[in-house]
């Protein structure tokens, strides 16, 4: 049935009464008359009839003259102009065309993990895709250069359209970051996703009974994250010799979160290490710039002018010992620094700033290293393995220059090392060293407010069990 065409053109002409029917009854009869939803294809029919009645009950008499009327007439009428469009209604929508729904086009995905020595070209060609497709990709835009930039473990995912062409690239540089490159027509616009983790506190503790590591793994701390707990106190703790069992050590760090998963751990905020009945403390500071270093809770840096170990986790193999006998030449020869006995090919750092006085090779120390630090300290490191540094060269605390070797008199891999104060020298184990520096004094509010909690919170959960999460991210279950 046809919507007549003097309801339309009702429709299409504007109300004529004074003052719209607003009154609780009228708005019981509209909220039935459209109380179903109506599909969004055909909401121009229906907008058109809603007019319509709009347009009808504006010819009833206005509210003065339907007053002198009885109400009950009032009622009638107006039920009947409703009652007469809602019969029309149903129909008018029949003859209306059935939906046109529009679809994004499926795509052929095709990921691909870069290996060693891919490139674009390789890449492309593991996605069915020829020379021209890398050409027009790459000459696309500065975005697409991105990807000159890949690295082996990453991954890249092709979405093909069925004609086999390119039609979406996504690069997934990590599970935080990514592109995603759109094409149309013929040029490939460029989105940089950024995906923020939820960061929560987690606090652990555990009591060494056999070694670092394995008192790690026992409360379920990874192995970098011991690594660098063991780089905030290496100033003050020589982790080859000085670990003791009995040793206990408290650390509160991040991990980060994605959905409920977690996606790795972030930085230590705090911890304490007790080392043979000494106790040091540290907590993470970040001035206003972004720059992080750790301090004591008293405002001192961690960070001294000299490390105490300028080799991770090594065995001492000879002490310092002014009347060692040799084991080579058999004889009584004082050995004036200690020996750290590695694999081959372990990293040797810079025990501190400074700058390379020698650097070259002996027979009887092999390849070796010496390195001025200001007027009275100089360091030595022999039996190198190869030599990282050059004389002359600068060089920062905590810098490789060499490694690990038996190069010289050796009988295996180590590392001799020594210390000289005023060149003479001294036990590297006991040597006193200089005193840390204070933070700087327009920071200390600053560091007080934003280290205290974290002591604080330290101090809370110690004692109260091995491990406990402060804050775990509910898992989106969507």
């Given at each position: 049935?046809?919507?007549?065409?003097?309801?339309i053109?009702?429709?299409?002409k504007?109300?004529?009464?004074t003052?719209?029917?607003?009154?609780?009854?009228?708005?019981?009869?509209?909220?039935?008359?459209?109380?179903?939803?109506?599909?969004?294809?055909?909401?121009?029919?229906?907008?058109?009839?809603?007019?319509?009645?709009?347009?009808?009950?504006?010819l009833?008499?206005?509210?003065p003259?339907?007053?002198?009327?009885?109400?009950?007439?009032?009622?009638?009428?107006?039920a009947?102009?409703?009652?007469?469009?809602?019969?029309?209604?149903?129909?008018?929508?029949?003859?209306?065309?059935?939906?046109q729904?529009?679809?994004?086009?499926?795509l052929?995905?095709?990921?691909?993990?870069?290996?060693?020595?891919?490139n674009?070209?390789?890449?492309?060609?593991?996605?069915?895709?020829?020379?021209?497709d890398?050409?027009?990709?790459?000459?696309?835009?500065?975005s697409a250069?991105?990807?000159?930039?890949?690295?082996?473990?990453?991954?890249l995912?092709?979405?093909?359209?069925?004609s086999?062409?390119?039609?979406?690239?996504?690069?997934?540089?990590?599970?935080?970051?990514?592109?995603?490159?759109?094409?149309q027509d013929g040029?490939?616009?460029?989105?940089?996703?950024?995906?923020?983790?939820?960061v929560?506190?987690?606090?652990?503790?555990?009591?060494?009974?056999?070694?670092?590591?394995?008192?790690?793994?026992s409360?379920?701390?990874p192995?970098?994250?011991?690594?660098?707990?063991?780089?905030i106190?290496?100033?003050?703790?020589?982790?080859?010799?000085?670990i003791?069992?009995g040793?206990?050590?408290m650390?509160l760090?991040?991990?980060?979160?994605?959905?409920?998963?977690?996606?790795?751990?972030?930085n230590?905020?705090?911890?304490?290490?007790?080392?043979?009945?000494?106790?040091?403390?540290a907590?993470?500071?970040?001035?206003?710039?972004?720059?992080a270093?750790y301090?004591?809770?008293?405002?001192?840096?961690?960070?001294?002018?000299?490390?105490r170990?300028?080799?991770?986790?090594?065995?001492?193999?000879?002490?310092?010992?002014?009347r060692?006998l040799?084991?080579?030449?058999?004889?009584?020869?004082p050995?004036?620094g200690?020996?750290?006995?590695?694999p081959?090919g372990?990293?040797v750092?810079?025990?501190?700033?400074?700058?390379v006085?020698?650097?070259?090779?002996?027979?009887?120390?092999?390849?070796?290293?010496?390195?001025?630090?200001g007027?009275?300290y100089?360091?030595?490191?022999?039996?190198?393995?190869?030599?990282?540094?050059?004389?002359?060269q600068?060089?920062?605390?905590?810098?490789?220059i060499g490694?690990v070797?038996a190069?010289?008199?050796?009988?295996?891999?180590?590392?001799?090392?020594?210390?000289?104060?005023?060149?003479?020298?001294?036990?590297?184990?006991?040597?006193?060293?200089?005193?840390?520096?204070p933070?700087?004094?327009?920071?200390?509010?600053?560091?007080?407010?934003?280290?205290?909690?974290?002591?604080?919170?330290?101090?809370?959960?110690?004692?109260?069990?091995q491990?406990?999460?402060?804050?775990?991210p509910?898992?989106?279950?969507?």
């Open positions: 049935m046809q919507v007549p065409d003097s309801v053109k009702a429709a299409m504007p109300a004529t009464s003052k719209p029917m607003t009154s609780p009854r009228h708005t019981s009869l509209w909220g039935r008359l459209f109380s179903n939803s109506l599909p969004r294809t055909h909401l121009l029919a229906a907008s058109g009839v809603a007019l319509a009645v709009s347009a009808c009950l504006a009833l008499p206005s509210e003259a339907a007053a002198k009327r009885q109400p009950a007439e009032v009622e009638k009428a107006t009947v102009a409703i009652s007469e469009f809602q019969a029309q209604l149903p129909e008018a929508v029949e003859q209306l065309p059935p939906p729904l529009v679809t994004e086009p499926q052929n995905w095709k990921e691909i993990t870069v290996k060693s020595g891919d674009l070209s390789t890449l492309f060609k593991r996605a069915s895709l020829g020379p021209q890398v050409h027009q990709f790459v000459s696309s835009g500065d250069k991105k990807l000159k930039r890949i690295m082996p473990g990453e991954t995912a092709f979405g093909l359209a069925d086999g062409e390119l039609d979406t690239l996504r690069y997934q540089i990590s599970q935080l970051e990514s592109w995603e490159f759109k094409q040029q490939y616009s460029a989105e940089h996703i950024v995906l923020k983790p939820q929560v506190s987690t606090y652990r503790e555990a009591e060494i009974t056999s070694s670092l590591f394995v008192a790690a793994d409360v379920g701390i192995h970098d994250l011991i690594m660098e707990l063991a780089g106190f290496g100033w003050d703790i020589d982790f080859a010799l000085d003791r069992k040793d206990h050590f650390v760090y991040e991990e980060k979160f994605l959905d409920g998963d977690k996606i790795g751990n972030g230590i905020l705090a911890a304490e290490f007790t080392n043979q009945g000494k106790t040091f403390k907590v993470r500071f970040e001035d206003a710039s972004g720059h270093n301090y004591t809770p008293e405002g001192l840096s961690m960070r001294k002018a000299f490390l170990t300028p080799v991770n986790f090594a065995r001492v193999s000879s002490g310092f010992n002014m060692r040799h084991p080579i030449t058999k004889k009584i020869k050995h004036r200690i020996d750290y006995a590695a081959t372990t990293p750092y810079a025990s501190g700033d400074g700058k006085v020698k650097a070259g090779y002996t027979s009887a120390n092999g390849n070796y290293v010496v390195i001025q630090h007027q009275s100089s360091t030595k490191y022999l039996h190198l393995h190869k030599r990282k540094v050059k004389r002359g600068s060089v920062r605390q905590g810098q490789t490694t070797g190069t010289g008199l050796a009988t295996g891999p180590h590392l001799h090392y020594e210390f000289l104060v005023n060149g003479v020298h001294r036990n590297p184990r006991t040597v006193k060293l200089p005193q840390a520096k933070i700087a004094e327009k920071h200390k509010a600053d560091f007080l407010a934003q280290t205290q909690p974290l002591m604080a919170s330290l101090a809370k959960h110690s004692g109260k069990g491990l406990a999460q402060l804050d775990k509910a898992k989106n279950e969507g």
